[in-house]
């Protein structure tokens, strides 16, 4: 919809700009499509969202870099330390990082990327403050924790979920050991949930079976059974059930949070 009042203009333009580079002070870089989402342009036409885009570009608040791929080349979008200063706050624990193209490796473009889009779904079903595991902030928030989910984010029930996006699987081992990891911050009253999602219902499925050839985990330093227990707070996604379809809130419910001692709570 075109906004013929000049103020108003400037207006949305400048909460698009913010909305842009807050979210790259969190991610540090991203694609074209991810930020079109971002800021909240919709339909098939890029012209506004390449002006803004050129525009901060412009300004030396973010640098664009052609990345190589199996199919050409892909365009990112990283923020740099004047970018930052635009958005950066008193109370930000750690100064974030800005775009280095250089140390970008194919692997973690490619995680980062996916893990953007699962954030993105679920901060459009009403989930907020998101943090990225791998960041300093994380770790000022959550010292002495294991193993770091992919992130962590408040649902609009009030359920906090640590997040696992998974491009791979890992081996029986290391989820064994991701698992009591995820028991122990839930004990700690850090998050309630961890939720994995992966890029189709195959891996889905798999995840799901080796799961369920897991019989004991360690709790509170003991060997427990990995019962139902103890597996409730372990949920399973596909992106597209994530993209499409409503979180369910009798799964994830607000009633797991606000126990004394910081443990989970079941109607």
């Not at 885009?53 to 330390?81: F, Q, R």
């Not at 699962?118 to 901060?123: G, P, Q, S, T, W």
């Not at 103890?230 to 994530?242: I, Q, S």
Request: charge should be positive.
């Amino acid at each position: 919809m075109l906004i013929h009042n000049v103020a108003e203009r400037n207006e949305a333009a400048n909460r698009r700009m913010e909305a842009l580079l807050s979210f790259l002070k969190e991610e540090t870089f991203s694609d074209f499509r991810t930020l079109k989402k971002v800021v909240g342009y919709k339909g098939k036409h890029n012209h506004a969202m390449y002006k803004l885009l050129n525009k901060a570009v412009e300004m030396g608040l973010l640098i664009k870099h052609e990345y190589p791929v199996l199919t050409g080349k892909k365009s990112l979008w990283g923020i740099t330390i004047q970018g930052l200063a635009m958005v950066v706050c008193a109370n930000d624990k750690v100064f974030p990082a800005y775009f280095e193209p250089g140390k970008l490796k194919h692997w973690t473009l490619e995680h980062r990327l996916l893990n953007q889009r699962v954030r993105i779904a679920l901060e459009q079903k009403g989930g907020k403050d998101w943090l990225n595991g791998d960041r300093g902030e994380f770790i000022t928030r959550h010292p002495g924790v294991r193993h770091r989910p992919d992130g962590i984010i408040t649902l609009s029930s009030g359920a906090i979920v640590a997040v696992e996006t998974e491009r791979t699987m890992k081996t029986r081992a290391r989820y064994i050991s991701i698992i009591n990891s995820h028991l122990a911050a839930s004990d700690a009253g850090r998050w309630h949930y961890a939720m994995y999602v992966m890029q189709n219902n195959k891996t889905k499925i798999a995840l799901i079976r080796l799961f369920d050839s897991i019989r004991t985990v360690v709790r509170n330093g003991i060997s427990v059974p990995f019962d139902a227990k103890n597996r409730e707070m372990f949920l399973f996604r596909t992106l597209d059930e994530l993209e499409y379809s409503a979180i369910n809130k009798h799964e994830v419910s607000s009633s797991s949070v606000g126990g004394d001692d910081g443990r989970e709570r079941h109607a």
